[in-house]
């Protein structure tokens, strides 16, 4: 049986860890209570996280099995339309079982959720689909407007340099 590695390099070994899953509502919150935070523990979990190292960011198809069927119908509503973006995120938190000095995981994936659905294909054993992009929040939230009075010229880029460094590059800010 031949080993996955390149030179200089460790085989890889597949390990049971713990993974958390926190969805976060921008509007509805679950439950009476109106909490708009879920953390799903100790379900099973299914995540495969894409980096290309591009603008478009990372991709996550995340997978969860054993949820309530409440629950499923109640997240299943995370995407608005086939053609629109919320600001619903998805936070995944991944570790040993143990954690890092206690029940800490790091952040491995944070992103806007752009598809949720369940998935009935093996029924009675149905599961979460989620997918989510790393750059879907940033693109759907709102952009304040700007215009310039006047003639304009060199006052325009400096107003846009303004907007997009915060005042953080040492432009007085207007």
Request: aromatic fraction near 6%; proline fraction near 5%; hydrophobic fraction near 45%.
């Amino acid at each position: 049986m031949a080993e996955n590695t390149q030179a200089g390099t460790q085989p890889a070994t597949l390990a049971n860890r713990q993974v958390d899953v926190v969805f976060t509502l921008a509007q509805d919150g679950f439950g009476a209570a109106g909490a708009d935070t879920i953390t799903l523990s100790g379900y099973r979990v299914r995540c495969q996280i894409v980096s290309t190292g591009l603008e478009s960011g990372m991709a996550c198809a995340l997978r969860l099995e054993g949820l309530a069927q409440p629950l499923l119908n109640r997240l299943s509503l995370m995407q608005a339309g086939m053609a629109a973006q919320t600001r619903n995120t998805v936070t995944i938190m991944a570790g040993n079982a143990a954690g890092l000095g206690g029940n800490t995981r790091p952040v491995v994936f944070w992103g806007g959720v752009v598809e949720a659905f369940v998935d009935y294909a093996n029924s009675p054993d149905v599961a979460f689909e989620v997918r989510a992009l790393s750059g879907a929040l940033p693109a759907a939230l709102p952009v304040a407007p700007t215009s310039f009075g006047g003639h304009g010229g060199a006052g325009i880029g400096a107003g846009f340099a303004r907007k997009r460094c915060h005042g953080a590059c040492g432009l007085p800010q207007l």
